[in-house]
């Protein structure tokens, strides 16, 4: 089965507003990672975490390897917001990271 | 800068030829990575260099070759294209000699076999 269940698929934001996304995973993963997908197609990466969480501007994530989970926050979201997100990450002894499904986020004035 | 490159952006190959893609890096990283992405569905690692050792994924280990020149430069090599090798090809890299370091993406190349 699916390694790493990604949610929502799509996310509709007014600006000024936020939510978060969730990733959450079917065994023990050892880091992940949050990308957005660029106007072009590629991914730009947003997170690295091996542990606890990180902000970056108007974004945080968390990522909680023993309850298998990571989550992202967009807060007061304005329209360059909007995109299509990513989680992925590695599980212990892998190179390979494994990724979600996508999140598609739009923000409107 | 965390810029990986490849090229071409594009590419149309014929069933039965050769294809070979290009990924270059100038991050110094030790890891550069080969994935593949078909519509709907998450890329794949199909292969990995760790400075020069290749380690090819089981279930692709005879579709796929690679070389890494030097260490800002990997290629991915199709013997014999078939129809499902089209695709979009992801190319990474990543720097430390554990599993769980970040990685960084090229563009990708998409491959089209007709």
């Known amino acids: 089965g699916d390694q790493v269940e990604q949610s929502p698929s799509a996310l509709s934001l007014h600006e000024g507003t936020g939510s978060a996304l969730r990733c959450n995973f079917t065994t023990t993963m050892r880091a992940v990672q949050w990308f957005r997908k660029n106007s072009r197609g590629s991914l730009i990466n947003l997170f690295y975490?091996?542990?606890g969480t990180k902000e970056n501007g108007r974004l945080k994530s968390a990522f909680d390897s023993k309850e298998r989970y990571s989550t992202l926050h967009i807060r007061d979201a304005q329209l360059e917001d909007s995109g299509t997100y990513f989680c992925a990450a590695n599980y212990q002894g892998g190179r390979a990271l494994i990724f979600g499904t996508g999140t598609t986020v739009s923000v409107s004035p | 800068d965390t810029t990986v490159k490849q090229n071409p952006r594009y590419k149309l190959a014929r069933v039965g030829k050769p294809v070979n893609l290009i990924c270059s890096q100038t991050m110094n990283h030790d890891t550069m990575y080969w994935y593949q992405k078909k519509p709907n569905q998450a890329p794949k690692l199909l292969l990995f260099?760790?400075?020069?050792?290749?380690?090819r994924e089981a279930d692709t280990f005879e579709k796929f070759q690679s070389s890494r020149p030097n260490n800002s430069f990997c290629s991915l090599y199709i013997g014999s294209a078939g129809l499902e090798y089209s695709a979009m090809y992801l190319c990474a890299s990543s720097r430390g000699t554990g599993g769980y370091a970040e990685q960084f993406f090229g563009p990708g190349t998409r491959l089209t076999v007709l």
């Open positions: 260099y760790y400075d020069k050792i290749l380690n």
């Open positions: 975490l091996a542990s």
